[in-house]
């Protein structure tokens, strides 16, 4: 009897299904079998098992055949195929979640209910996203020398919306313009030079930072601030918040700003009527109805000659002229009216003027001082501690003469 027909008689030989591992049970025994592992590997390889043998299992088996009688042990081990990974696309702007929004918590532990608004704010040019290529994975090989294949990885592709560019390669995603990033229906990226708030902005949207055009159909409550880097349209009132705008701000409603808050523009304001408020325009301030016990400053003009164009009470300032129908009342409610210096450059002289005089007062005190000290130096009566005064009043009248000396002509 042959050796190969003495081992098919005692051990069966069985595969996995994907073929990486071959198993070997005793299928039969007789007393004094037994067999070399050379036969026995030689037995495998005619079955077809030429890779991943283990010799130490064959080993075991051909010196104790008799111990693997009820059990299939492996004797060779394929390797399992890697698949590959897919493609991905990494944001390089976190996309929020407005779901999850929380307000913000300030270092000293308390919460700002009004900072609940996070918007993806990104700048022409700026990186958005880069495309991660798929991995192709590695094949396996079958304890009969087979290769098992692998499935590769899918190609992830940039899903692009409106105002987005990438690169020829479909490697990098840029914004195309400042505005807002967004994920629209389908999972397009798109970046709106526009943020729209349909309705009131109160504790559910919180302040806004925006580096377009702001557009709120609703109205702005008092205490919430919107900041623009384009314009801010309001279709409803603004109580007294803070509205600041590179651009122009057109509020349909009006502005009643309770004396707090402020509405400022790089360019022109334009409202319905403004009621203790502080308006602020870098160009010109169009009030179609009336303008009541407010501050109202302009680079150039100030309109209120609608129907009723009423300036009654508070302080208008423009660079070049106040237009208006009817400017105080009958009651001689102070209403101040300045034209032909810019606001800024009055009220920066204002400031300075103020700022002068308690200098000249801090100087004269100063001088007074030294005064007395010097009377008891010289009569050799100066304790220790009012000499160091005395120097110490010496560095600040030098200090105070210099910023004197650095301010000339404000004294008129």
């Given at each position: 009897m042959s050796v190969d027909y003495a081992l098919e008689k005692f051990f069966q030989v069985t595969f996995s299904d994907d073929k990486t591992v071959a198993y070997v049970q005793l299928s039969d025994w007789e007393e004094g079998?037994?067999?070399?592992?050379?036969?026995?590997?030689?037995?495998?390889?005619?079955?077809?098992?030429?890779y991943g043998i283990q010799h130490d299992a064959i080993n075991r088996i051909a010196g104790h055949a008799e111990e693997y009688q009820y059990s299939r042990t492996p004797v060779a081990m394929g390797t399992e195929p890697v698949h590959g990974e897919n493609g991905r696309i990494e944001f390089k702007v976190d996309l929020g979640d407005k779901e999850?929004?929380?307000?913000?918590?300030?270092?000293?532990?308390?919460v700002d209910y009004k900072e609940i608004t996070r918007l993806n704010n990104v700048r022409k040019g700026q990186l958005l996203a880069v495309?991660?290529?798929?991995?192709?994975?590695?094949?396996g090989t079958a304890v009969t020398g087979e290769e098992i294949p692998c499935k590769p990885g899918k190609?992830?592709?940039?899903?692009?919306?409106?105002?987005?560019?990438?690169?020829?390669?479909?490697?990098?995603m840029y914004a195309a313009i400042d505005g807002l990033l967004t994920k629209t229906e389908k999972g397009k990226i798109n970046v709106f030079p526009v943020y729209e708030i349909n309705g009131d902005v109160d504790y559910s949207i919180g302040n806004i930072d925006f580096v377009g055009t702001v557009v709120i159909r609703g109205n702005v409550l008092s205490g919430f601030r919107i900041k623009a880097a384009?314009?801010?349209?309001?279709?409803?009132?603004?109580?007294?918040?803070?509205?600041?705008?590179?651009?122009?701000?057109?509020?349909?409603?009006?502005?009643?700003?309770?004396?707090?808050?402020?509405?400022?523009?790089?360019?022109?304001v334009k409202s319905a009527f403004v009621q203790d408020g502080n308006v602020i325009a870098g160009a010109d301030v169009n009030v179609s109805q009336s303008i009541?016990?407010?501050?109202?400053?302009?680079?150039?003009?100030?309109?209120?000659?609608?129907?009723?164009?009423?300036?009654?009470?508070?302080?208008?300032?423009?660079?070049?002229?106040?237009?208006?129908?009817?400017?105080?009342?009958?009651?001689?409610t102070t209403t101040v009216i300045e034209v032909g210096v810019l606001p800024e450059?009055?009220?920066?002289?204002?400031?300075?003027?103020?700022?002068?005089?308690?200098?000249?007062?801090?100087?004269?005190?100063t001088d007074k001082a030294?005064?007395?000290?010097?009377?008891?130096?010289?009569?050799?009566?100066?304790?220790?501690?009012k000499l160091a005064l005395r120097i110490k009043l010496n560095a600040t009248k030098k200090i105070q003469y210099g910023r004197t000396e650095r301010n000339p002509g404000t004294h008129a």
């Open positions: 079998f037994g067999c070399e592992p050379e036969e026995l590997e030689q037995f495998l390889r005619k079955r077809g098992i030429k999850t929004s929380r307000p913000l918590e300030t270092a000293d532990g308390k495309r991660i290529p798929a991995k192709p994975g590695v094949p190609e992830a592709q940039f899903k692009i919306g409106k105002n987005v560019v990438v690169d020829p390669e479909q490697n990098v384009g314009d801010i349209r309001i279709t409803g009132f603004v109580e007294g918040a803070e509205l600041e705008a590179e651009g122009s701000i057109d509020i349909s409603g009006g502005i009643i700003g309770y004396n707090k808050g402020y509405v400022k523009a790089g360019h022109n009541m016990h407010s501050n109202v400053r302009a680079g150039q003009n100030v309109f209120c000659n609608g129907t009723k164009g009423l300036i009654v009470g508070g302080s208008i300032q423009a660079g070049e002229r106040v237009v208006a129908r009817t400017v105080g009342n009958s009651t001689s450059l009055r009220n920066e002289l204002g400031e300075l003027r103020v700022k002068l005089k308690q200098q000249l007062e801090s100087m004269d005190k030294l005064y007395l000290l010097n009377q008891l130096a010289a009569s050799g009566q100066l304790p220790p501690d």
